[in-house]
């Protein structure tokens, strides 16, 4: 009789696991991971830039425009495939700053000159200390940041493809818009 309860027990388990892995894939994002910092104001970014680059600096965040913050990397590959929408950005006239993180100093730049600078203001952390503050695990993340300063999406990955297109664009189209993000 136990044996029986005991064969059971896997089967069960199994089903009760893919029963919690269904409900989280039903969620709006699951791959989203919650920010604290949305609706506060953006913390103030690193005070050191990169040499020949405007510094950004926190009234940069506080100028009655929406501003898009873009945490980078050169030794990043999904930096680099961004990069291109960023520089699109900034031809359309959105204004665009990074803050550069974890690099040296020397690849950022050779980076920058190559494959063209999309930021009209640049902050560095590389240690890495700054991006706690924001909340960044890992490049490239970005914040749309409302021209108040307060935080008002939150994108982690790189600027590129359906998810970017789902829910950056009309989070930027709506703040834009004086909307607010969603």
Not at 12 to 36: H, K, N, T, V
Not at 62 to 88: D, I, K, Y
Not at 140 to 154: K, M, N, W, Y
Request: with cysteine; charged share 20%.
């Amino acid at each position: 009789m136990a044996n029986r309860w005991l064969m059971a027990l896997p089967p069960a388990i199994f089903l009760g696991l893919a029963g919690m892995f269904w409900l989280g894939m039903q969620r709006e994002a699951p791959g989203e991971l919650p920010s604290a910092f949305l609706g506060r104001t953006a913390p103030a970014p690193p005070e050191t830039t990169l040499p020949g680059h405007a510094q950004l600096v926190p009234a940069d965040l506080r100028t009655g425009e929406v501003t898009v913050v873009n945490f980078w990397a050169s030794w990043c590959p999904p930096c680099r495939a961004e990069h291109p929408v960023l520089l699109r950005m900034n031809d359309e006239g959105i204004r665009v700053v990074g803050i550069n993180m974890m690099d040296r100093e020397e690849d950022a730049l050779n980076y920058l000159a190559e494959a063209g600078n999309p930021f009209f203001a640049i902050a560095t952390d590389p240690r890495g200390r700054n991006r706690v503050e924001w909340g960044v695990t890992n490049p490239p993340e970005t914040f749309i940041v409302a021209g108040d300063g307060t935080i008002l999406f939150r994108f982690i990955g790189p600027l590129i493809g359906t998810d970017y297109e789902r829910r950056f664009v009309p989070a930027l189209e709506a703040a834009l818009a004086g909307e607010g993000a969603p």
